[in-house]
C-alpha cells in the first residue's frame, strides 16, 4: 500500500449490481480502478445480477475482486400486498422467490461485515445497497463494524421527484460520509437533514477509441427509459431533420423503451434516426459523432457529457438537474436548454450543425472542460476524504 496515511487496509465499492450498462456501472469501475492504483485491496460487491441484456464486461485490473451477493435474478413484480395478489399462486410464488434471495444476500453480507472489519471503507454508491446492509445489521455506532461513504448519483431534486429523499435520509443518516455530485446538491441535501454531506464529482476516464472519421451524427448514450425521454430527442430531430439532410441521429443503449421509440420513428416517419442498441466501443462512437444530446428529466453529474468532452463532442442537454451547469459552460462547450423545451432542443442541434466554426471552437473547448474531471484530478479530492476518515 502506498504509505499515504489511511486508515484502511479494504476498499469496497457496493452497488445494485456490477458492470451494469450505464454511468454508475461505468462510475463504480473507474473508482475501483483509482482505489486499485492507490495499492489498497478492492472489492466490488453488487446486491444482484445485473439485469438480462444489460450486462457490459468491463476492464480492470485481475486483482480487483467481485461478489454477487444473490444467485439468480431477483423477480419482477413479486409484492404482495393487494388481497388480489395473495390469491395469485403465481405472484406468492415471486415473493417466496425474492425472500430466499433476500435472505441469501443479507446472510452473505452479514458474514463479510465480520470478515472485512473496522479496517474496512464501503463506499455504497447506491441507496438499494445501503438498504441491503441495514437489513444485514450494519450500525454505524458499531466499532466493530466497516467505515461507510454513501452516495446518490442522482440530482437532490431527482429524490424529491421519485419518492427516493425519504430513503436517502433514512440510510445515510448515520454514514460516516454522504457524498453528492455537485455543490448545489450538497446544499439541498443539508437542507433535507442530512449533516454529513460533502460534494465530489465523477472521475472520467477518457474511453478507449481508435482513430475513426467524423460523421454529422447527433447521437445519446443512455437507457431507454422514462426517465431519459429519448422520444423528447427524437421530435426535436423531427423539427430539423428537413433542413440538415446530411445528418443523422443514433441512440445507443438498452431498455424497457425500445418499442415505444421505434414507435415514434415509424409513425412519424422520422428519416435518418436509428436505435443502434447498446455499445462496447463507447469511445468510438463518440470520437466519430459530432453532437451528444442529452434530453433526460433527472440526472445527477451525467458521465456522458464528460465521456463526450473527451472526445470533442460537445452536447446540447436539457437543464435537469445542476450537474448539467457544472459540466456544460452554456455557449461555450456546449449549450444548455430550457428543460422540455422541444423547439429549443431542436434550435441548439440546428445552430450548432450549420456552423461548422461553432462545432470546431466548442469541441476544442469541451475536450479543455472535460479534462478537470479526469481520474487524477477528481481523485486528490476523494484521497482528502479517506485521510479526513483516517484521522
Given amino acids: 500500500m502506498k504509505d499515504l496515511g489511511l486508515a484502511f487496509d479494504r476498499i469496497v465499492v457496493m452497488s445494485n449490481d456490477i458492470d451494469r450498462l450505464g454511468g454508475i456501472g461505468r462510475f463504480m469501475n473507474q473508482m475501483a480502478i483509482e482505489f486499485h492504483s492507490l495499492g489498497i485491496p478492492v472489492e466490488m460487491v453488487g446486491v444482484g445480477p445485473a439485469p438480462v441484456g444489460h450486462l457490459q464486461p468491463m476492464s480492470r485490473p485481475h486483482d480487483i475482486d467481485t461478489t454477487i451477493l444473490m444467485s439468480e435474478h431477483n423477480p419482477s413484480d413479486w409484492t404482495v400486498r393487494k388481497f388480489s395478489h395473495k390469491l395469485n399462486p403465481v405472484r406468492r410464488g415471486r415473493y417466496r422467490v425474492h425472500k430466499r434471495l433476500e435472505e441469501e444476500a443479507v446472510s452473505k453480507l452479514r458474514h463479510k461485515f465480520v470478515t472485512w472489519g473496522p479496517r474496512t471503507l464501503i463506499l455504497c454508491t447506491q441507496v438499494y445497497g445501503m438498504e441491503y446492509m441495514l437489513k444485514a445489521g450494519y450500525d454505524a455506532n458499531d466499532m466493530s463494524m466497516p467505515r461507510v461513504i454513501g452516495q446518490y448519483h442522482g440530482s437532490a431534486a431527482e429524490a424529491s421527484n421519485i419518492g427516493d429523499m425519504n430513503r436517502v435520509r433514512k440510510s445515510y443518516t448515520d454514514v460516516d460520509r454522504f457524498i453528492c455530485l455537485s455543490s448545489e446538491d450538497a446544499e439541498l441535501f443539508q437542507a433535507a437533514g442530512l449533516n454529513n454531506v460533502g460534494w465530489i464529482p465523477n472521475p472520467v476516464a477518457i474511453p478507449e477509441h481508435e482513430a475513426v472519421q467524423r460523421r454529422n451524427v447527433f447521437m445519446s448514450l ?170
Avoid at 421505434?262 to 459523432?289: E, W
Avoid at 444530446?293 to 445527477?300: A, D, P, Y
Avoid at 451525467?302 to 450537474?323: K, N, Q, R, W, Y
Avoid at 479543455?368 to 484521497?383: F, I, N, T
Fill in 222 to 391: 443512455g437507457r431507454y427509459d422514462s426517465i431519459k425521454s429519448l422520444d423528447y430527442f427524437l421530435r426535436a430531430w423531427d423539427l430539423v431533420n428537413s433542413v440538415l439532410p446530411d445528418w443523422s441521429v443514433e441512440l445507443y443503449g438498452e431498455g424497457p423503451e425500445r418499442d415505444y421509440l421505434a414507435g415514434i420513428i415509424d409513425d412519424y416517419k422520422i428519416p435518418r434516426a436509428t436505435l443502434k442498441g447498446r455499445t462496447d466501443s463507447v469511445g468510438d462512437v463518440l470520437a466519430s459523432s459530432r453532437v451528444h444530446v442529452l434530453s433526460s428529466q433527472n440526472e445527477g453529474l451525467p458521465i456522458s457529457i464528460v465521456e463526450a468532452g473527451h472526445m470533442g463532442c460537445p452536447s446540447v442537454a436539457f437543464d435537469c438537474a445542476p450537474g448539467v451547469s457544472t459540466l456544460i459552460d452554456d455557449g461555450i462547450d456546449g449549450l444548455i436548454v430550457e428543460q422540455n423545451n422541444l423547439p429549443g432542443l431542436a434550435d441548439g442541434m440546428r445552430k450548432i450543425a450549420e456552423s461548422p466554426e461553432l462545432w470546431s471552437s466548442m469541441s476544442e473547448s469541451a475536450v479543455e472542460h472535460a479534462s478537470h474531471y479526469l481520474p487524477e484530478q477528481v481523485m486528490r479530492l476523494w484521497v482528502n476524504e479517506l485521510l479526513e476518515l483516517s484521522s
